[in-house]
């Protein structure tokens, strides 16, 4: 028995994709919360939820189910505001979905 495996709870991936159904494929023995905005492959141990994560409230997702949260951010679009978007605004979200928004420095506004 996997000591480890007691204690873990579902790992969160939010930008559920190729690399996230890479991961959820070399790590069988774990239960995974994939949240993507378009319709992914089933997996035995992915719990699938389709979601767009940046525009939309992750609020309803069941934190108390989750132990690691796992980020593949990219870009919404290809210019400034769409990096700033796709990865800052999101961190911000992720952290505050967490429950940890002390010492958050706020989003750049103009560059």
């Not at 996230?20 to 992914?40: D, K, T």
């Not at 409230?57 to 934190?63: D, K, V």
């Not at 400034?80 to 750049?108: M, R």
Request: charged residues 20%; aromatic residues 10%.
């Amino acid at each position: 028995m996997n000591f480890k495996n007691i204690y873990m709870k579902k790992v969160l991936i939010l930008g559920y994709g190729d690399i996230g159904r890479r991961l959820a494929l070399m790590c069988p023995q774990h239960e995974f919360i994939g949240v993507s905005r378009s319709i992914s492959q089933q997996q035995d141990n992915v719990e699938f939820i389709q979601l767009d994560w940046i525009k939309d409230s992750i609020h309803n997702l069941p934190r108390e189910q989750i132990s690691t949260v796992v980020l593949i951010f990219k870009p919404t679009s290809s210019d400034v505001s769409g990096y700033q978007t796709g990865f800052l605004e999101a961190s911000h979200k992720i952290i505050d979905f967490c429950g940890n928004t002390k010492n958050l420095p706020s989003p750049i506004k103009n560059m």
